[in-house]
């Protein structure tokens, strides 16, 4: 069944958020001097992104608990903006000291870099809300879909469009874009009848464009966003303890209701990697 999305997923009212005041924590060892440095697309919203054109400093989820993490550090945030394709080469190629940028835990990155979860969500297919032929991944074939370039989506849209074909059914024409704002561009202008997306940014958009989107299908799975540094047993356990205080203290709960994310996103249990 079609949802708008406003009933898949509810808006909240808007609340000011308490400032939080973390309590100084040891500081990992990729932190060095008075400042940490994070990678991020800030393209992505409600995660991280410029709220209005023009705007130097971005804001968002992200934003606020990479924040909260350099207060318990006892250091100030640097943003590195890039492209998410740059973002895990950047990390490697020391250009930040670590990467929050809506980016899911995977075998594949944590085949490279630490990764510490800190909520977890689901993906779904955003479409206008004057679209309705589609409601499965299924429906998808033939169509136009739009999607992020080198994310996860990305693969999984590859998989279902070899998986339809191999049923004989035509395939999915998949257009990829650099940034997320633009993936969903593309379903307000008619370039596409699909975006994949997730359920963060789908709950964002009910407020920020309010009528304009509805979520045709919510898939059972649920991903987890990371924050990745390089591999170091100790700075695991330390960033792992400092999320799982933030999120006892009920921070993430609270910057969760103050960006619109779906209220079991931030409340919900997490699978540590190890």
């Not at 990729?30 to 023009?54: N, Q």
């Not at 705007?55 to 993490?69: E, N, Y």
């Not at 809506?102 to 679209?131: E, N």
């Not at 589609?134 to 739009?146: T, Y």
Request: charged share 20%; aromatic share 8%; net charge positive.
């Amino acid at each position: 069944m079609r949802l708008p999305v406003a009933a898949c997923l509810p808006a909240f009212a808007a609340l000011a958020l308490v400032a939080a005041q973390p309590a100084q924590a040891k500081a990992p060892s990729f932190v060095s001097g008075k400042t940490v440095s994070m990678c991020t697309d800030p393209t992505y919203a409600p995660m991280e992104f410029y709220r209005h054109p023009g705007d130097k400093a971005p804001v968002g989820f992200d934003i606020d608990l990479a924040t909260a993490l350099a207060k318990r550090w006892g250091v100030t945030l640097r943003i590195v903006p890039m492209d998410f394709t740059g973002l895990m080469p950047g990390l490697d190629a020391k250009r930040c000291d670590m990467v929050m940028s809506g980016a899911f835990v995977t075998p594949a990155r944590l085949a490279h870099f630490d990764g510490v979860p800190y909520i977890a969500s689901s993906q779904v297919i955003l479409v206008s809300a004057k679209t309705h032929d589609i409601h499965s991944p299924d429906d998808l074939s033939g169509k136009v879909v739009s999607v992020q370039a080198g994310t996860v989506y990305e693969q999984r849209l590859h998989a279902l469009d070899a998986e339809l074909k191999a049923k004989g059914k035509p395939g999915i024409t998949i257009q990829s874009y650099p940034g997320g704002a633009d993936t969903v561009q593309q379903l307000t202008t008619g370039r596409a009848a699909a975006a994949i997306t997730q359920d963060t940014e789908a709950a964002w958009r009910a407020v920020a464009q309010k009528g304009m989107f509805s979520v045709a299908y919510v898939y059972p799975a649920t991903d987890q966003f990371g924050i990745f540094f390089a591999k170091n047993p100790a700075d695991y356990q330390q960033v792992k303890a400092d999320i799982e205080a933030l999120k006892a203290s009920g921070y993430l709960t609270k910057i969760g209701v103050k960006w619109r994310l779906p209220p079991s996103d931030a409340k919900a249990p997490l699978t540590w990697p190890k």
